[in-house]
């Protein structure tokens, strides 16, 4: 009777140490996803950012004014928001 008991505790240990590492194998699962998506926003906003200065390279020299009167625009919007 002893042994019996002792072995359905054994048995209960034994489930609930599967289900706590398939739970972990699952976090980890997740988190690897999560990293690797950010890795992949990460490359993506990099492009933006170089899109974007190289529009903007040949915008300062193609138009300078029109550019400072961008930026000039640009700046009073955010000076504006940033007040309220």
Avoid at 37 to 44: C, I
Avoid at 53 to 82: C, E, H, N, Y
């Amino acid at each position: 009777m002893a042994q019996s008991s002792y072995t359905r505790g054994s048995d209960l240990k034994d489930k609930a140490t599967d289900q706590f590492g398939r739970a972990a194998d699952q976090v980890e699962g997740m988190a690897n996803r999560v990293a690797e998506q950010g890795r992949e926003a990460g490359g993506r906003m990099q492009e933006v950012a170089d899109n974007f200065k190289g529009a903007l390279d040949k915008s300062i020299r193609d138009q300078p004014m029109a550019t400072l009167a961008g930026a000039a625009i640009v700046g009073f919007v955010l000076g504006a928001l940033w007040k309220s």
